[in-house]
């Protein structure tokens, strides 16, 4: 018997621990999205810089109401970025737009739908609150404020925060550099001649694709064949990448050479196999500094170990912890057996109703089958020895959009 399988968490561990951040490059804001903050985002301003009005209307002294109706002197306007600089007095009010500057001496804004305007001045036909549709200085955050934490993952939202916070340029990591190799004597890229045994790969540019999705700047190293002396010359000449990731060979068939080759070399595995399904035969390790992910050849069994491992790796590199896909619950959409020793990952499609959405799984779930994994929506995640399972039960899924 051969060494137990590693469970697919324990795997992730490994990968995680093995690897450090890439160091840290400064960008412009407007290049950060996607990007991990590296370093805590200090306000550069208050947000808003003073008191400012939530809505159009008239600034006053709350204490100028002494009963309503009153009719108030209009002394003046503020708009955004013209402000009113007089202060405001007893018996008076300002004309004030939303955003604007809230005048000295007013402390209450009195929205338009309340008054009514006359040569006069204004009349003010509801009491207000003390205070009513004033925005505070400093209500969203104040200079100095450590408004957001590393590491982060950016959104569209943070660059909006950090603009606010006036931070033109952005401490986060550069992107790692992950070489991808397909192997295999049967593998041609798409658009070279197609011989006889031959089949297109769709590792390799499927690969190079969910690295930029998560962050990491591939270089495509192509296809190298069944050969151990022209894998480890490749191998050699990516030794300064963040990390090495192959498809195929990594099983124990004859023309399985990936680990073999390396191994002369002085590769050093962490693992071999993972109990799972697809995605079996994962090799990692490193090859003196450069780490190096195995992943099977099958397309379908390469993009589901991508899913739950180099995506972990890439985050690591980049300074996040490396958790695994996030899980959440649905409803099966068809019974399912007991599952056996590994762990099953079954490509389903998702419907969505009022209460938890159903996943249904594609009636074949072959590891070759790379448009039913395009066509997929989730993994319905299946733990080892899991009881046979009725439609309408609780599952968990991992979203793959």
């Known amino acids: 018997m051969g060494a137990p399988l590693l469970p697919v968490a324990e795997a992730r561990r490994l990968i995680v621990e093995d690897l450090a951040s890439v ?20 306000a550069q301003v208050s947000h808003p810089p003073a008191d400012v009005s939530a809505m159009d209307g008239y600034a006053l002294c709350f204490e100028s109401l002494k009963g309503i ?44 739908e309340n008054t009514i305007a006359s ?12 205070g009513q549709h004033i925005r505070p200085a400093g209500q969203d955050f104040r200079k100095g404020d450590v408004v957001l934490t590393s590491p982060r993952l950016l959104t569209a939202r943070d660059v909006a925060l950090l603009a606010a916070m006036n931070l033109p340029h952005v401490p986060v990591s ?4 992950v070489g991808v190799l397909s192997t ?30 998560h962050g990491g700047e591939p270089l495509h190293l192509g296809v190298v064949k069944d050969d151990p002396k022209a894998l480890l010359r490749i191998a050699e000449q990516v030794a300064h990448l963040d990390l090495l990731v192959t498809s195929g060979g990594v099983s124990v068939g004859d023309h399985d050479v990936v680990k073999a ?9 962490g693992f071999h196999k993972v109990a799972m399904r697809p995605g079996k035969p994962l090799l990692y390790g490193r090859l003196h500094n450069l ?31 490396g958790d695994g896909p996030r899980t959440m619950s649905a409803q099966l959409g068809t019974d399912l057996k007991a599952n056996d020793s590994r762990a099953d990952f079954i490509r389903a499609t998702l419907q969505h109703g009022n209460g938890l959405p159903v996943a249904t799984p594609f009636p074949v779930q072959d590891s070759g089958m790379v448009a039913t994994l395009a066509r997929a929506d989730a993994l319905i995640v299946r733990e080892p020895q899991a009881s ?6 609780t599952v968990s899924i991992i979203l793959l959009n």
């Open 23 to 42: 160091a840290p490059e400064t960008v412009k804001l407007e290049e950060a999205l996607g990007r991990v903050l590296r370093a805590d985002a200090v």
């Open 69 to 112: 109706p009153q009719t108030l002197t209009v002394s003046g306007e503020s708009a955004a970025g013209h402000p009113y600089r007089n202060i405001v007095r007893p018996g008076e009010a300002v004309r004030i737009f939303t955003g604007a500057y809230v005048p000295p001496g007013a402390d209450t804004i009195v929205i338009q």
């Open 119 to 130: 040569e006069s001045g204004v009349t003010i036909n509801e009491h207000p609150r003390l």
């Open 174 to 177: 550069r992107r790692p550099i």
């Open 184 to 213: 295999g004597d049967e593998v041609v890229l798409p658009g070279d001649p197609i011989a006889d045994g031959q089949i297109v790969s769709a590792n390799g540019p499927g690969l190079c694709a969910f690295v930029t999705a």
């Open 261 to 269: 080759a390396l191994s002369s070399a002085g590769f050093k595995a």
């Open 291 to 321: 780490p190096v992910l195995g992943l099977p050849g099958n397309p379908v069994s390469a993009m589901v170990c991508a899913t739950l491992f180099l995506s972990s790796a890439l985050a690591r590199l980049q300074g996040l912890p």
């Open 388 to 393: 046979a399972a009725k439609a309408g039960d």
